[in-house]
């Protein structure tokens, strides 16, 4: 990261659906990734890998969209700093997992354990998917595809 880049690496310190700031990038934990699933009836949570170039990676603006056409909303969690800033700037906060709270700073560990957290399975069980789905505040399902929620 440059030095900018840096500067605009910032740890939340409220409440998700209260950013309107989206030049930064914000360090969260799963605590306020699931304040924010409680005051919402339908989100996905997009785990976003800014280099994927799977074809089931897609750009975070593309998958808010067309949430949003289906009553979802969305929030865009990175789980590396590299090539993040390609989305800051945005019309989204760019989200960052917070790897102090699990103490390490190798990206599988800090990764399958958030998702843990989050989900309540391991990443290996819904197959390393990247959209998470949350109704009333619960966990329902992954999915590879994004078009594949209803």
Do not use: W
């Not at 900018?4 to 939340?12: D, F, I």
């Not at 700031?21 to 997009?46: P, S």
């Not at 593309?62 to 865009?76: H, N």
């Amino acid at each position: 990261m440059t030095q900018e880049e840096k500067e605009k690496v910032v740890k939340c310190t409220e409440d998700i659906s209260k950013i309107n700031d989206f030049n930064k990038l914000y360090v969260v934990n799963v605590a306020q990734i699931k304040q924010f699933i409680t005051e919402k009836q339908n989100v996905v949570v997009y785990s976003y890998v800014p280099f994927c170039t799977s074809k089931n990676c897609i750009s975070p603006k593309t998958l808010i969209d067309d949430m949003k056409a289906k009553g979802y909303s969305t929030l865009i969690v990175s789980d590396t700093y590299a090539d993040a800033f390609i989305s800051v700037g945005s019309n989204f906060p760019l989200l960052m997992i917070d790897n102090t709270v699990y103490k390490t700073k190798l990206r599988g560990k800090y990764t399958e354990l958030f998702h843990k957290d989050l989900l309540g399975v391991p990443l290996k069980s819904i197959n390393y998917a990247s959209y998470h789905l949350f109704q009333n505040g619960k966990y329902v399902k992954s999915y590879q595809n994004y078009k594949e929620i209803e």
